[in-house]
């Protein structure tokens, strides 16, 4: 019984890398645009419709998922459960 031995190509490097972009720029999109809905709501339910609701909302969803993108593109070893293989 060998060890499989993975090998990154510039390829692989690069697939990873697009992967790891889609991945951020849609967590960042859900998470901005969630934030907004709910900073909607509770501006036009609870404070008389100012705005201030919404830009907080809005901005800790970006700021989540800035933060998410950080942690994804920091760790370069990190394997995602899709990509584990049954041995």
Avoid at 22 to 51: E, I
Wanted: aromatic share 10%; proline share 2%.
């Amino acid at each position: 019984m060998g060890i499989a031995k993975s090998f990154l190509t510039a390829k692989n490097m690069a697939a990873e890398h697009g992967r790891k972009w889609d991945r951020c720029l849609a967590d960042t999109a859900v998470k901005t645009v969630t934030g907004l809905a709910v900073g909607v709501v509770f501006s036009v339910v609870l404070f008389k419709r100012r705005t201030w609701p919404v830009s907080l909302g809005s901005g800790l969803g970006l700021g989540m998922g800035y933060a998410n993108c950080q942690h994804d593109f920091r760790s370069p070893y990190l394997v995602h459960g899709d990509m584990v293989k049954d041995q």
